[in-house]
């Protein structure tokens, strides 16, 4: 039985928390479920090249080490169970409705809540290790609204809340869906997914290669590409960098 | 692209169980659909190759060709009225490429060589590397995969250009493990 979180590392600041325990990994041996976490990062990752900002203190900056005995094939339910474990998290504190945008951004009223990013090392088709990079906001108030506005906890609530009492939460919830997806496996843990799953089945315009175009999201496939019904009733099915959610 | 290399393609198509390959190069741009993955058995490569600024209104359709048994038939370019077709030569055994590692890729994603976008290559043909290196990145829905070498030896040839799509199992890198 591995505990989540219970090893635990901590920094002020750091450049960037996966990169951090990536090091580590490499050098020391630590036990899985191993947490490290930060005030700030210096240079937070978010999608390839582009960043990820946070005020000091004010949010969870923390990177989760997993060996998941996985096929990289299925490598996507990483991202289906930091999702899971972050909505739910995020659910106990508010009221309003949580939701996984696609692929795996935690949403509350079209804002950006929460961001997930996950780094893998693969060595002889095998995933080996498993760094489970997420920031979460809490008390961060101000945002810089590009590309899509972003909100937090406190933004939500009025409402102060303590940065290692969402930590404890996170960690309980990576516990839960980690443990569920190895007792039961992909189909139960995607099935979570896609019922929490942003704009399912309702029809909006995207933006596409051959412009913008309506929209009904179906789902996501095994690989994790998004599929969607266009105009006709077809499937269509696109890839990270080939749709732009526009609402 | 060289006429092996494409041979190369269909063989691996063929036998790999993929229904089709889109590979975009400078030079080229190349479709090779297997049918038979559907039908099961005696794979049937269809293959498309034109230089890609002559690839202009009218996609032109290439002659099935026969890819297996892919050693015992000569190929043969479609005959396509703008590009002149390549000549052939029928495939003969150029250099030992048995001894050599075959590094593919174990997912559907996008195959980075850097890093990040100011970072260096990992590798370049003729590196040297070893056992847990990193050679490639491969990101599939914002999962970043790093690749590490399983043998030591010597990067013989790069297949695939970076940023671009890969296929599972599609074939990466060649190593030189002596």
Known sequence: MIYIGKNRIHYSEIDSTNSELKRIYLTEEITEGTLLTTNFQSSGQGQRGESWESAPGANFLGTYLLTPNINPREVFVLNIIASLAVKETIAELIQSEVSIKWPNDIIVNGAKIAGILVDNKIISSKIVASFIGIGLNINQLEFSDFPRSATSIRKIIHKKVENESVTQKLNFHIQQFYSLFNLKGFETLNFLYHQNLYLKGESQFYEVETGTKKFTLQSVNKEGCLQLFNNSGEIEVFGIKEITFLK | ?178
């Open chain 2, 1 to 178: 692209m060289k006429v092996n290399e494409i041979q190369d393609l269909i063989k691996f198509v063929s036998k790999s169980g993929v229904s089709e390959v889109n590979l975009e190069t400078k030079e080229v741009k190349l479709t090779i659909k297997n049918d038979g993955v559907k039908k099961g058995k005696g794979g049937e490569a269809q293959i498309l190759q034109v230089p890609v600024q002559q690839m202009m209104p009218q996609q032109m359709q290439a002659a099935p060709i026969a890819a297996a048994p892919i050693a015992a038939t000569p190929v043969a370019a479609a005959p396509v009225t703008e590009a002149p077709a390549p000549v052939i030569e029928a495939p003969t055994v150029a250099d030992d490429t048995s001894k050599y590692i075959e590094v593919k890729s174990p997912m559907i994603g996008t195959f980075y060589r850097r890093p990040s976008p100011d970072k260096k290559n990992f590798v370049e043909v003729g590196s040297e590397i070893k056992t847990g290196d990193v050679i490639c990145i491969i990101e599939a829905m914002k999962l970043f995969n790093e690749i590490e070498a399983e043998v030591t030896g010597k990067v013989v040839k790069i297949f695939v250009d970076d940023s671009t799509p890969v296929e599972y199992d599609q074939l990466l890198f060649l190593v030189d493990p002596s």
